[in-house]
């Protein structure tokens, strides 16, 4: 398994936009972000990121398709601990709290059933 920390911002957007779109070309994580990145620098971190192992790649017809090593449901895990563990002081409570404190509305009446459903079956 790879660490997410070793890698520098710009190569997290890369592989936001690839967890994002799933498989991806470079041309289709370059139209992702949308942020004036010329294809050869895209492709050039896809580079890197593969040789850190955190992407991997298969060829399709004459180009790369891009995928992560770290499934989508064990990646969000670990994003979420290091959340927690980073600005709730490793505690849950204080992280659901705050969710719970955002935006008016955010959260729909069957969101918060679900949320006691899942808080009763946890105990």
Do not use: C, W
């Given at each position: 398994?790879?660490?997410?920390?070793?890698?520098?911002?710009?190569?997290?957007?890369?592989?936001?936009?690839?967890?994002?779109?799933?498989?991806a070309s470079a041309k289709e994580?370059m139209e992702y972000l949308d942020?004036?990145?010329?294809?050869?620098?895209?492709?050039?971190?896809?580079?890197?990121?593969?040789?850190?192992?955190?992407?991997?790649?298969?060829?399709?017809?004459?180009?790369?398709?891009?995928y992560p090593v770290v499934k989508?449901?064990?990646?969000?895990?670990?994003?979420?601990?290091?959340?927690?563990?980073?600005?709730?002081?490793?505690?849950?409570?204080?992280?659901?709290?705050?969710?719970?404190?955002?935006?008016?509305?955010?959260?729909?009446?069957?969101?918060?059933?679900?949320?006691?459903?899942?808080?009763?079956?946890?105990?």
């Open positions: 398994m790879t660490k997410y920390t070793n890698m520098s911002r710009r190569e997290r957007q890369l592989m936001d936009a690839v967890y994002r779109l799933d498989k994580v942020d004036g990145s010329s294809y050869s620098t895209i492709r050039t971190l896809l580079r890197k990121l593969v040789e850190k192992g955190h992407i991997k790649r298969t060829e399709s017809g004459l180009k790369y398709l891009y989508r449901k064990t990646a969000s895990q670990n994003a979420l601990k290091r959340v927690v563990s980073t600005f709730f002081d490793d505690s849950p409570m204080l992280a659901v709290n705050s969710l719970l404190r955002m935006k008016k509305g955010a959260i729909t009446e069957e969101e918060f059933k679900q949320i006691e459903a899942l808080i009763k079956k946890k105990k």
